[in-house]
């Protein structure tokens, strides 16, 4: 089993990366939000990999971080109906950190937006992976999708809520009207504009820039 892979970028889409090791060019499906964070190519590049084997085809696919290769199994090996394909393409409109709070509130409306994904396979998700995803709730058990009527205040900064400043940005954001996937989508450019470490204000002046 292949469960990384370091080396030198050679093609990159935001669907596809290609790595080259050993003499070898591997190709490597991928999220938007991995594509998201790679380097230039011709730099060195790192990702978490699973592979999938079936009678007609061999394909490996590669995450940023442990955590989005370890959701990615889940999907595929947890919830009827998604296949690889469709667990891209849910983990490419939404981050992980949304992913598992739309899960643990049981957003059906907010993952059916998701491409592939119906209401009966949103609703099906959430009751397979709930007690599964190790997420952090959304202040006061909120759903990003429930915020989107632009009332109610900003999060703090201080992180007082509980959650990570991305998922603070996040929902400052959809608390001035941004829909949730845009917000999310927003706060994702931002921090890979700034780095992971960036404070809430610093995402949102960002995003808002």
Excluded: W
């Amino acid at each position: 089993m292949i469960a990384t892979i370091r080396g030198k970028l050679t093609q990159a889409t935001p669907v596809q990366a290609i790595i080259e090791c050993g003499g070898l060019g591997y190709e490597v499906f991928i999220p938007i939000t991995t594509a998201e964070k790679l380097p230039s190519l011709g730099e060195e590049a790192m990702l978490h990999t699973v592979a999938v084997y079936r009678e007609d085809n061999q394909s490996l696919y590669g995450f940023s971080t442990r955590d989005e290769k370890d959701f990615f199994r889940l999907l595929v090996e947890k919830v009827s109906g998604v296949g690889p394909k469709v667990a891209l393409s849910i983990m490419s409109k939404l981050s992980l950190p949304v992913l598992r709070s739309a899960i643990g509130n049981g957003d059906a409306a907010l993952l059916a937006k998701c491409p592939g994904i119906g209401k009966k396979t949103a609703e099906r998700l959430i009751v397979e992976l709930r007690d599964k995803v190790g997420m952090d709730f959304l202040p006061s058990g909120e759903s990003p999708a429930s915020a989107t009527g632009g009332t109610g205040t900003a999060p703090e900064s201080t992180g007082g809520s509980g959650v990570s400043p991305f998922q603070d940005a996040v929902m400052a954001l959809i608390s001035l009207g941004y829909k949730a996937p845009e917000a999310d989508k927003a706060i994702r450019k931002a921090q890979s504009a700034i780095g992971h470490d960036a404070t809430v204000e610093a995402l949102i002046k960002k995003a808002l820039g």
